[in-house]
């Protein structure tokens, strides 16, 4: 069994002390495989906000996989958004844009989706695609394949169709070739889970996709502070939300999919511990 807790729009520059203080703290309890941090780790790409992000992450208590999101490339000035997208970005988070987690269980691969060119929707290219299934195919079948991005591959409920990762249709025939199980996106601050396939007919393979909200930044929109707990245990996964409730994090919803004949099944849902 692996347990990924997936966290998203830290937005340093924004966030909230406390609750940052309190993420770490059940970090450390749930002690995870692995943290994927889905983007958006500042509020301005300014230097202070990622070396901020940069003390903060060396905290974490877990191997990171983490990409960057649309509030991390320069906004006000156009040079340096157009010429040093993602300098800071390498010099304070890292040089790997698409950085890649696998042990003998799970494999997360990272896609940066952000651009220079977009102001707050993303991109993935055919470059990527390629590389995505390249990378991946190559990785032993009975790995538990995920991949993570800023931006969401599948619109949330109720949005308009538009509103996901440009190109993104494209990926998925990538995705199902080469085994992905799980898509992990932020970039909303909405949490929800969902299957590629109610938006997608022509994949034929069931794909999980799981948002999370932001972790803990004072950017909410109409829910709180929250990340994912997501547990992989071959033919289950149980994705857990855990919100702040004004002193700590606590389990929220449970929701778990089993697979059932090469299709993930949601079962009925349970309360969280
Ligand atoms: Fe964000
Ligand atoms: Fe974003």
Sequence with gaps: MRTIAHVSDLHFGREDPRVATALLRDLEQMAPSVVVVSGDLTQRARRREFAAA?????????????????????LWDVLARFTR??????????????????????????????????FKGGRISQAQIAELHERLSMLPGALFKTVVTHHQLLPPPGGHLLDRVGRGARAFSAIEKCG???????????????????????????????LAGTAISTRVRGEP?????????????????????????????VTRFRRLAHEWVQQPTRPGP
């Design 54 to 74: 940069r003390d903060y992450l060396a905290r974490v208590p877990a191997p990171l996989v983490v990409v960057p999101g649309n509030h991390d490339v320069p």
């Design 85 to 118: 997208t993602f300098d800071l970005y390498r010099e304070y988070i890292s040089g790997d844009l698409g950085p890649l987690f696998r042990d003998d269980e799970i494999a997360v691969l990272g896609v940066n989706t952000a651009r220079a060119m977009t």
């Design 180 to 210: 992905v199980e799980l898509l992990l996106a932020g970039h909303l601050h909405l949490g929800y889970t969902g299957d590629v396939r109610s938006h997608y007919p022509f994949v034929r393979r069931s794909v999980l996709v799981v």
């Design 225 to 253: 502070n929250g990340y994912n707990k997501i547990a992989i245990d071959r033919d289950c996964v149980d994705v857990e939300r855990r919100l702040w409730d004004g002193n700590a994090f606590l389990g929220a919803l």
